[in-house]
């Protein structure tokens, strides 16, 4: 029971960074590879708040969304005024220099060492989030939350403009839309719940460090997310189930790790080229990427 | 050009946007050689009439209007904007910003959101600029379906009565857009700058590629736009169609206006049959 507790709360932290990506690359049409960075920042600070100003669950949370939404800015601002495959290489720069930063800078990241014995997050004066039980009811309730948010998001007037600007960007300001700054609202917002996908690993794993935090791991959250669908709820949460739980399912053929981790990779590799051939919007998107 | 008695909607003067291109001199070189699309362009236009630009390919009229509507700066000149006795200079402008002073822009290409319903595309065009703040929409969420119901009563009451005869919008109104057909499409396009009151409309090749049945629809939509006190800047090769509705008729060549009038005379001209229509 214990492991399918610890396979849902990774569910959960994946659900709320494919959600959060999916604001922007399925509905936006902006193809990031600076996920993962968002998703490390969010972590360290949560660590920060949480051992060095030993602040409580709800202010470290704020406090990690907001610094992160507030540092995503700085690759919004220049960025969003690129289009197409420059974007990409925009925020797969800030991708590279912010695990650059993380790796290298020791005195406060503890680099590749990274930060052992993170603490439990208190929720009111000494109530404690400890234990697998916990965890799991924590990472529900973000969960509720954010598919809520988002749910509410994508089928309100600024979904709706988003979704202009991915079909037709031209368009969109000849009706009087101020493209950019729509744009750098849905990063904004994207990066703000990104950040409590770091909060709850970080917490939950009470360890961190740069390498669960490099290009990798983007380029894996968006594989999630395009496996699983783009531009609606369904297809995020179906991509996080897809790309924890195969890995998982592999463990019950009697592979070794090894091997397993081997075969998983180029599973993922054929399930996208095969997605991409037969059905481009994914698993159960509505949109397929251009 | 004569102007009504409400005066100018827009007046353009000295205006000029210019590209360099390679060329070879007579030794074999390559130089630069500056190309004008528009070139000294000077044109009034008055409010609540109907004005079309006719001329040949590069003569610069999709070029003038993506100037107007800030998608391209000029390299010099003017482009004064006076709705409701404001002086708006449009030079410099973002095209969204142009667009909330009060000009709409249909394209010469479909531009409709294709993935959208039908009726998002007209719902998307309304003004609604607040309602899409993000924390607007999340916090304040009865407000803003209220809000949305009215836009929704909007978008149904142009479909209901500005398609009185053939009217496939409301029985597609939630399929998405890319399945009507390309003159629907043309229309859709059209509808959607009834959600908001444009004051002058700039309309490139609207009849373009579209079956006479539906060529009457988008002249009766004009025609609308024209009882609603707005101003229609058309390009439109059909001259028919330029004829039956439009009140002025501008011929460009090489940049700029080269003769206007009414459609009659400016079509009739000696010059305009030779140089535009082969005659």
Redesign the interface.
């Known amino acids: 029971m214990e492991y399918v507790i610890h396979l849902i709360i990774l569910i959960n932290i994946y659900i709320i960074l494919t959600t959060s990506s999916n604001l922007l690359v399925g509905l936006t049409n902006l193809l990031s590879l600076g996920q993962a960075a968002l998703y490390g920042i969010g972590a360290y600070l949560s660590v920060l708040a949480l051992m060095v100003f030993h602040w409580p669950l709800i202010p470290t949370l704020l406090f990690s969304m907001i610094i992160t939404s507030l540092l995503s800015l700085l690759l919004a601002w220049p960025s969003l005024r690129l289009k197409g495959d420059y974007f990409v290489l925009a925020t797969l720069g800030f991708q590279l220099i912010v695990f650059t930063i993380l790796y290298n800078w020791v005195s406060v990241t503890r680099g590749p060492y990274g930060i052992p014995g993170i603490p439990n997050p208190k929720l009111f004066g000494d109530i404690e989030i400890s234990g697998l039980w916990a965890f799991f009811v924590l990472s529900l309730v973000l969960v509720v939350v954010v598919v809520f948010l988002f749910h509410n998001l994508i089928h309100s007037p600024f979904g709706r403009a988003l979704k202009g600007i991915r079909d037709d960007e031209l368009s969109m300001q000849a009706l009087g839309k101020n493209v950019t700054a729509l744009k750098i609202q849905a990063f904004v917002i994207s990066s703000a719940f990104i950040a409590i996908s770091g909060f709850l690993y970080a917490t939950y794993v009470s360890y961190i460090d740069p390498t669960s935090f490099n290009l990798d791991e983007s380029i894996f959250i968006l594989s999630a997310l395009i496996v699983g669908g783009l531009g609606n709820i369904r297809g995020p949460v179906i991509g996080a189930l897809v790309v924890i739980l195969l890995p998982e399912a592999l463990r019950f053929i009697g592979l070794p790790d090894s091997v397993a981790a081997n075969i998983r990779q180029i599973i993922y590799g054929l399930a996208l080229i095969v997605l991409m051939r037969f059905r481009p919007q994914g698993i159960a998107g509505n949109y397929a990427i251009k | 050009m004569q102007s009504s008695k409400m005066g100018d909607i827009l007046t353009i003067q000295s205006l000029s946007k210019g590209f360099s291109r390679q060329v070879k001199n007579s030794a074999g070189e390559d130089i630069d050689e500056q190309y004008w699309v528009i070139h000294q362009l000077f044109l009034n236009v008055p409010r609540g009439k109907v004005i079309a630009l006719i001329g040949g390919n590069g003569a610069g009229k999709t070029t003038l209007f993506n100037i107007i509507?800030g998608?391209i700066m000029p390299d010099s000149g003017s482009i004064l904007y006076k709705p409701d006795g404001k002086n708006l200079e449009l030079s410099g402008m973002?095209?969204?910003?142009i667009?909330?002073a009060g000009i709409?822009?249909m394209?010469q290409d479909n531009?409709?959101?294709?993935?959208?319903s039908v009726l998002?595309n007209m719902?998307?065009?309304d003004?609604?600029?607040l309602?899409?703040?993000?924390f607007?929409?999340?916090l304040f969420?009865n407000k803003?379906r209220k809000e949305?119901n009215c836009r929704l009563a909007k978008a149904m009451d142009i479909f209901e009565n500005l398609f009185v005869v053939d009217n496939p919008f409301l029985e597609k109104r939630k399929q998405p857009a890319g399945n009507l057909s390309y003159g629907q499409q043309r229309l859709l396009g059209l509808a959607?700058l009834f959600m908001?009151n444009y004051e002058l409309l700039l309309l490139d090749e609207p009849t373009a590629g579209v079956n006479p049945e539906v060529i009457e629809q988008i002249k009766q939509l004009i025609l609308n736009f024209i009882k609603n006190n707005q101003t229609v800047l058309l390009i439109e090769h059909n001259l028919e169609v330029v004829k039956d509705i439009a009140d002025f008729c501008c011929y460009m060549e090489n940049g700029r206006i080269a003769l206007m009038g009414t459609p009659e005379d400016v079509i009739g001209n000696e010059e305009v049959q030779k140089s535009y229509m082969g005659l």
Do not use: C, K, Q, W
């Open positions: 509507s998608f973002s095209p969204h910003l667009t909330r709409g822009r394209f531009h409709i959101f294709r993935e959208m998002d719902l998307v065009a003004s609604a600029y309602a899409e703040r993000p607007r929409s999340l969420r803003n949305e959607r908001r």
